[in-house]
Structure formats: structure tokens, C-alpha cells
């Protein structure tokens, strides 16, 4: 088997709601980056805060949607990060409409 397309990885991303807002991590901005390689997928994200009282509960849903995608033998790693930080900035047109925040 192969590697999925980082669209079908993204895709897998934006079933994960982040509880605070209830929009998806993608659309968020959280999602910083998809990386394959020979050896599998790194997936780099952020939370809105360091404080984020969800995160655990955001990657762990991450991992779970991304798992059944990702097969043996190759590895899903997902990493925290916190550089750059998170700003609304990053959130797609549509995200920031559904929040009501201006462009």
C-alpha cells in the first residue's frame, strides 16, 4: 500500500472540531504542516494557546482520524509545536465569517 495525498490527509483533518469554537482544526490554521515521506507522515500542529485546556483531546482525535489512512508499515507522527504561534490570521475566510470577525 501507499501513502495517502496530503489532500486526503487534510481532509481526514477537518473532521477533527476543535470544542472551543467548534470549527475544524484545518480552518482553524492549526494544522502547520503535512509532511510525507519515505518513512510516513509527519503532521506538525498548534493550538490556539499553550493553555488550551483541549489540546490533548485535539491531537488525540488528530491521530485517530488520520490512523486508518496511514498503513503499516509506515509511521504517523504528529508533532506539537508552538513557533510560529498561533494568530487568527491564520484562519481560512470562511472561519473567521462563521466567528463573525472581519477580513
Known amino acids: 500500500m501507499s ?3 496530503e489532500d486526503a ?4 483533518l477537518r473532521t477533527v472540531i476543535d470544542p472551543e469554537v467548534g470549527l475544524n482544526i484545518v480552518d482553524l490554521g492549526l494544522v502547520y504542516g503535512i509532511d510525507l515521506h519515505d518513512g510516513g507522515v509527519t503532521v506538525r500542529l498548534t ?3 499553550p ?3 483541549m489540546g490533548d483531546l485535539v491531537m488525540d482525535e488528530a491521530r485517530a482520524a488520520l490512523e486508518p ?3 503499516d508499515p509506515y509511521d504517523l507522527e504528529l ?3 508552538w513557533e510560529p504561534p498561533w494568530s ?3 484562519m481560512t475566510p470562511g472561519a473567521k ?3 463573525g470577525w472581519d477580513e
Not at 490527509?9 to 481526514?12: D, E, I, K, V
Open 88 to 90: 487568527p490570521a491564520l
Open 69 to 71: 489512512l496511514v498503513p
Open 47 to 49: 493550538m490556539t494557546s
Open 3 to 5: 501513502l495517502p495525498s
Open 79 to 81: 508533532q506539537l509545536v
Open 97 to 99: 465569517a462563521t466567528l
Open 9 to 12: 490527509l487534510r481532509g481526514a
Open 51 to 53: 493553555a488550551c485546556p
